[in-house]
């Protein structure tokens, strides 16, 4: 951890909206915060992590916002775990019959994201 502090404070203009400490502005920064930082930051930029975030564009966010915002979806109209999991299992199956539709109409049914592996 690495402290940074101003050298003198008294008489300036800033210091109520700066910081509410009684003596100088403070900063820490850590060093492993840093290095995990700029880790993530190649991990983002290299080709997988691409892929990855092309993925999770088409993943489960979408789906949510497609059931509350196309569907009309707000809350559940029935209780108890059982009733629940089937009111979202009925809401899923649409979801994707919905979704294969669309895939047979605009001719893309053999088309995937990427290569498909050959072993698992």
Same mark, same amino acid.
């Given at each position: 951890?690495?402290?940074?502090?101003?050298?003198?404070?008294?008489?300036?203009?800033?210091?109520?909206?700066?910081?509410?400490?009684?003596?100088?502005?403070?900063?820490?920064?850590? $060093?492993?915060? #840093? %290095?995990?930082?700029?880790? @993530?930051?190649?991990?983002?930029?290299?080709?997988?992590?691409? /892929?990855? &975030?092309?993925?999770?564009?088409?993943?489960?966010?979408?789906?949510?916002?497609?059931?509350?915002?196309?569907?009309?979806?707000?809350?559940?109209?029935?209780?108890?775990?059982? $009733?629940?999991? #089937? %009111?979202?299992?009925?809401? @899923?199956?649409?979801?994707?019959?919905?979704?294969?539709?669309? /895939?047979? &109409?605009?001719?893309?049914?053999?088309?995937?994201?990427?290569?498909?592996?050959?072993?698992?």
């Amino acid at each position: 951890m690495t402290v940074y502090e101003c050298e003198d404070c008294t008489g300036c203009p800033y210091k109520e909206k700066c910081t509410k400490a009684k003596g100088n502005k403070r900063l820490y920064v850590s $060093k492993s915060f #840093l %290095e995990k930082r700029e880790e @993530s930051y190649q991990n983002i930029q290299s080709e997988k992590g691409i /892929k990855y &975030q092309m993925n999770r564009s088409i993943q489960v966010e979408g789906a949510f916002g497609v059931l509350k915002n196309d569907y009309g979806f707000e809350r559940f109209l029935l209780r108890g775990k059982k $009733k629940v999991k #089937l %009111e979202i299992l009925l809401l @899923s199956m649409g979801y994707n019959l919905n979704k294969l539709h669309r /895939k047979i &109409q605009n001719e893309r049914t053999g088309s995937y994201l990427f290569d498909l592996k050959t072993s698992a």
